[in-house]
């Protein structure tokens, strides 16, 4: 389906970092910021005031307005049609600025949203920019449950049916944050990092078979809901029989690397059989994860006592 940001979204997502104020040109909600067809390569999103290369966000800082205060007459004029006949999407105010009196007007005959905000140029900037970056990074969604566990973005895998909600549900009653359920949607942000979040659809709730959708926030709390994490570890959930299970790697576990956007993420298999308690594993895995960045292998330290031992009966 095709992606599309408008301004109204922008607004929505963030009107409370920015402190963003509506101040006219209501009509022009629904016009895109950012779709499919925008590319990456052409230049930025947002920027001061350009008339050569128009931003589709025009922003107009303390410069920008000493520019248009030192016009009079015709040449503010003009400048002021030339800002609109550009047909930015929206026009922001920063640093607390008023601007000029027409603009107010002006916006809403054209149908182009007007914001203010009381922050300065650079941090509106820097987050307007991020937040286009994040829609023009690539993504993908990913079928699971992804969790912050033990503070790290832990997603679960599996067969359906294999209980993968059940043992969410666990590990929120044992502390751990609820990021996503079922389809949880992952993009790249940097060249190795991916973070992860939940459609806004699907936000709050968990499936669980027998139960049916609980909203995890109404049940437990703000605390136990995360909008968003980076993706550190998978944790595949398999159906195993006691002698599968048997020939499995005693030592080093089943260890391998999931491939998710071109990102390399640690993954580990964790056998679903009768008697296991899976909340317990997978908060262990997230502990031996934990260590092993920190470059500490139980099973080389365990390997290493042997030999030693070997040598000191020698």
Not at 48 to 54: D, S, T
Not at 66 to 77: C, I, K, P, V
Not at 291 to 296: Q, S
Request: contains cysteine.
């Amino acid at each position: 389906m095709p992606r599309s940001v408008r301004v109204k979204d922008l607004y929505e997502a963030l009107h409370e970092r920015l402190q963003l104020t509506w101040i006219a040109g209501q009509a022009g909600a629904d016009k895109p910021l950012i779709d499919d067809g925008t590319d990456a390569g052409t230049g930025i999103i947002v920027g001061p005031l350009n008339y050569i290369h128009p931003n589709r966000v025009q922003v107009i800082g303390l410069a920008e307005e000493a520019y248009l205060d030192d016009l009079h007459g015709q040449s503010r004029e003009k400048a002021l049609r030339e800002l609109f006949a550009d047909e930015p999407a929206l026009i922001v105010l920063v640093n607390d600025i008023s601007g000029p009196a027409e603009l107010a007007d002006m916006a809403d005959a054209a149908s182009i949203a007007l914001m203010s905000s009381p922050l300065p140029d650079s941090q509106v900037l820097d987050n307007l920019q991020y937040y286009a970056s994040l829609f023009l990074s690539e993504t993908t969604t990913l079928h699971g449950v992804f969790l912050e566990v033990l503070g790290m973005g832990v997603l679960l895998t599996g067969d359906p049916a294999v209980g993968k909600s059940e043992l969410a549900l666990d590990l929120i009653t044992r502390g751990n944050r609820l990021v996503a359920d079922d389809a949880p949607e992952f993009t790249r942000i940097a060249p190795d990092i991916i973070s992860g979040t939940c459609p806004p659809l699907l936000r709050e709730f968990l499936e669980v078979r027998g139960l049916g959708i609980l909203n995890i926030r109404a049940m437990f709390g703000d605390s136990a809901i995360k909008r968003t994490k980076y993706l550190r570890l998978i944790v595949h959930l398999k159906r195993m029989t006691s002698e599968q299970i048997s020939s499995m790697d005693r030592l080093s576990g089943a260890h391998t690397d999931r491939d998710v956007l071109g990102v390399s993420v640690p993954q580990v298999t964790v056998p679903v059989a009768p008697g296991r308690n899976l909340s317990v594993l997978v908060e262990s895995a997230v502990r031996n994860h934990l260590l092993r960045l920190k470059g500490y292998d139980a099973a080389e330290v365990l390997i290493e006592r042997q030999q030693q031992a070997i040598m000191d009966q020698g």
